[in-house]
């Protein structure tokens, strides 16, 4: 993979880290506004009870937003350790070059497209 190629993933990626860091940061905060209200009381019993269905589902929702920023922040980190290792771009299945089609669309992308298909097949 060409140095500009590079340089320009290696950018897109920088930027989905800060924005995946800061996705991550404003659930946090929210869910511990959330907590604080829950424990001092805020709520009457009348409002907790009309809305347990809807802050259940609410809180349910944001867990899982949670666990998806996490999962692919991880997948962001792992990649800019590639970059730095200089085995960004190569499967880390096969070792072959991943298309750089790809790697534009998914920048944090490990495996290349035969070795995606067989993970999923095995799935």
Same mark, same amino acid.
């Given at each position: 993979? #060409?140095?500009?190629?590079?340089?320009?993933? !290696?950018?897109? @990626?920088?930027?989905?880290? +800060?924005? =995946? *860091?800061?996705?991550? $940061?404003?659930?946090e905060?929210?869910?511990?506004?959330?907590?604080?209200?829950?424990?001092?009381?805020?709520?009457?019993?009348?409002?907790?009870?009309?809305?347990?269905?809807?802050?259940?589902?609410?809180?349910?929702? #944001?867990?899982?937003?949670?666990?998806?920023? !996490?999962?692919? @922040?991880s997948?962001?980190? +792992?990649? =800019? *350790?590639?970059?730095? $290792?200089?085995?960004?771009?190569?499967?880390?299945?096969?070792?072959?070059?991943?298309?750089?089609?790809?790697?534009?669309?998914?920048?944090?992308?490990?495996?290349?497209?035969?070795?995606?298909?067989?993970?999923?097949?095995?799935?």
């Amino acid at each position: 993979m #060409d140095g500009k190629r590079l340089s320009l993933l !290696k950018e897109k @990626l920088i930027n989905e880290k +800060s924005r =995946l *860091e800061e996705e991550l $940061k404003e659930i946090e905060e929210g869910n511990l506004s959330q907590n604080q209200s829950e424990t001092t009381g805020e709520n009457s019993f009348e409002d907790n009870f009309a809305d347990s269905g809807t802050a259940t589902f609410e809180r349910e929702k #944001d867990l899982s937003l949670e666990r998806n920023i !996490k999962d692919l @922040l991880s997948r962001v980190n +792992s990649a =800019l *350790e590639r970059v730095e $290792k200089e085995t960004y771009g190569k499967c880390v299945m096969c070792s072959q070059g991943i298309d750089p089609a790809r790697l534009k669309a998914l920048p944090y992308a490990d495996l290349c497209i035969e070795c995606k298909k067989k993970e999923e097949k095995n799935w």
